[in-house]
């Protein structure tokens, strides 16, 4: 087996993370990307990077395999080229339009946890016993 050229943290407890993972496992057919589900008790930040479980709740995260850490929409762009659908989001490399979709992902993220009717990151983090 080859070993992923992305491994991709995403929150097991979203349903719409959860929806994206499924669409994009069933289109990686060449299996370049893992997926790590960092709402899981096994999810160890030593082996991804020292990204903490707040750090990738807070916003999307992933790591290629020369150790390069992509944050927010670059995951989706870096994904989305590896199972051949590049051209979705090549745009959001743009100057202007990049800048904006940036913004959106942002408050995305600001309010994901909240429009999921989920606990606060800090209390999912309490919870966890992962706060410092």
């Known amino acids: 087996m080859t070993q992923a050229k992305l491994t991709l943290l995403f929150d097991g407890g979203c349903p719409?993370?959860?929806r994206e993972v499924k669409?994009?496992?069933s289109r990686d057919t060449l299996k370049n990307i893992r997926?790590?589900?960092i709402d899981s008790p096994d999810y160890k930040p030593e082996f991804y990077s020292e990204i903490s479980?707040?750090?990738a709740m807070g916003?999307?995260?992933a790591i290629n395999e020369s150790g390069e850490i992509f944050k927010d929409v670059a995951v989706f762009r870096e994904s989305y080229r590896l199972v051949g659908l590049g051209w979705i989001y090549a745009p959001t490399d743009?100057?202007?339009?990049?800048?904006?979709?940036?913004?959106?992902?942002?408050?995305?993220a600001h309010w994901r946890l909240t429009l999921t009717r989920r606990p606060s990151l800090e209390q999912l983090c309490k919870e966890k016993g992962l706060c410092k």
């Open 35 to 37: 997926f790590v589900d």
């Open 94 to 108: 743009w100057p202007l339009l990049g800048s904006l979709i940036n913004q959106v992902y942002k408050a995305w």
């Open 23 to 25: 669409f994009l496992r």
């Open 59 to 61: 916003r999307i995260h």
């Open 53 to 55: 479980y707040k750090d």
């Open 16 to 18: 719409f993370c959860l």
